[in-house]
């Protein structure tokens, strides 16, 4: 039987959920998604720069589910830019808290 996922802890709500390729119609672009956890990772330890173990302590998760979480984020966001993706931040299993 498979363990259940925890909610992850997310203290930020992006004010804005869609990024995009200027000079390309919407009608063109491939989207990348971003759950809102990722999207919480990144924020954390790149522009916070949080250590690792402080970051999966603000989340509420281990290390290594944080790593995991940091690594596909910043996979996406590198293939939305190198290829000319649209970022939708969007869904995920988290809470709102402090």
């Known amino acids: 039987m ?4 925890l909610c992850r802890r997310v203290r930020f ?4 959920s869609y990024f995009k390729p200027a000079g390309i119609r919407m ?3 491939q989207e990348s998604v971003l759950s809102v956890e990722e999207f919480e990772s990144v924020r954390l330890k790149d522009l916070e720069g ?3 173990e402080e970051c999966a302590k603000r989340m ?3 290390q290594p589910t944080f790593n995991r979480l940091v690594r596909g984020a910043r996979k996406k966001i590198a293939d939305a830019i ?3 993706k649209a970022i939708k931040i969007e869904g995920g299993n ?3 808290g402090r």
């Open 50 to 52: 949080l250590e690792q």
């Open 27 to 29: 009608i063109e672009l």
């Open 82 to 84: 190198v290829n000319g």
């Open 13 to 16: 709500q992006p004010n804005v």
């Open 60 to 62: 509420n998760i281990s």
């Open 94 to 96: 988290y809470r709102i």
């Open 2 to 5: 498979v363990r259940p996922r």
